[in-house]
């Protein structure tokens, strides 16, 4: 009886097991060496696929089915993203599969940031200058007057 209860208790516990499918049978797609360098160095480098380091670096990254970019940014420097392609060779029986990064390594050159404006100073509004006298006209002469 002790075995109909624990063959029962075992078909039930895996019925509640649906989520148990092949795609946890499949590899896990192989890491591929990517090399990053950057003029100038010390730069910040991230994957669009998560890793990151400071240049000049080397990180592993799975080689996923389509490329990926990387962005170098630093302080001071406008950041600048570069396309990673993966090509991948299938292999037949006489050489195995490979996977190849292109570009090797990854090279981007940064460039200064522009200078922030120079702030001006608020124009103060000109004083009114005031208004000029209506100019007489040049009296004539007094001529003596007449007895």
Partial sequence: MRRVIAIALTGASLAGCSSLSLDSFKPAPPLVKVALESAPPGADATTSLGPACKTPCSIDVPAPDAGFSVTFAGP???????????????????????????????F????????????RKPMRPKKPKPPKAAAAPNPAPAQPAAR
């Fill in 76 to 106: 001071k420097f406008q950041p600048v993203t570069i396309p990673v392609q993966v090509i991948r060779n299938p292999g037949d029986f006489a050489s195995p599969p490979t996977t190849i990064i292109e570009p090797s390594p990854v």
């Fill in 108 to 119: 981007a050159e940064l460039r200064p940031a522009a200078p922030p404006p120079k702030a």
